[in-house]
């Protein structure tokens, strides 16, 4: 088993019930901090699994078990260049120059507020191309498709359900 650091923002529940804390350790995020920021709360799991889908998998079922509505898990697929860097090796100097096409060829371009001064990328696209340059570990990229699957299926489904866990599960064999 290994250990996979990740969180799940979750909304519905009132931080200051006094059994608000009892309720995520009793369904199952004993390894969870609980933290309420913005008019969220974040499960932040640090969760032992045999992968990082059944990671995922298992606290979603666990959030839900306190009568918690998932939003979305993070960390966010949409990412900065300063992000980038902050989840791998290469410097936000580096990304800079892949981005604007001066260090290398088919860097993914930015997915969103493509019109700012600060364009996000998609971080399973950048995590792919890094990989496909020897600048990033093979895990590093389906833990980056799978957290983007998770947030597509939460985004349109209330529920997380048979469908969530195969379509979570499915990505792993594919990218080994």
Same mark, same amino acid.
């Given at each position: 088993?290994?250990? $996979?650091? $990740? ?7 009132? +931080?200051?019930?006094?059994? $608000? ?10 390894? =969870?901090? %609980? ?10 799991? &640090?969760?032992?699994?045999?992968? $990082? ?8 079922? /666990? ?25 791998? +090796? ?17 860097? +993914? /371009? ?26 990033? =570990? ?12 998770? /947030? ?7 529920? =997380?359900?048979? &469908? ?6 499915? %990505?792993?064999?594919? %990218?080994?």
């Amino acid at each position: 088993m290994k250990k $996979f650091e $990740f969180a799940i923002i979750a909304s519905g529940l009132n +931080p200051e019930d006094e059994e $608000f804390a009892d309720r995520f350790y009793e369904a199952g995020c004993a390894d =969870a901090t %609980l933290s309420y920021q913005k008019g969220v709360i974040i499960v932040e799991f &640090n969760r032992k699994a045999v992968s $990082f889908s059944q990671a995922i998998i298992s606290a979603c079922q /666990n959030v839900r078990a306190t009568g918690a509505k998932i939003e979305r898990v993070e960390p966010d697929h949409l990412v900065s260049l300063a992000e980038m860097s902050d989840r791998s +090796p290469v410097t936000k100097q580096a990304l800079s120059l892949y981005s604007e096409g001066k260090r290398g060829d088919g860097f +993914p /371009n930015p997915s969103a507020c493509v019109t700012t001064r600060h364009p996000l990328w998609d971080w399973s696209e950048v995590a792919e191309w890094l990989y496909k340059h020897d600048k990033l =570990a093979l895990d590093d990229v389906v833990q980056a498709r799978i957290v983007k699957e998770a /947030n597509v299926y939460l985004e349109c489904n209330e529920v =997380a359900d048979d &469908n969530f866990t195969r379509k979570l599960e499915a %990505l792993e064999p594919a %990218l080994a």
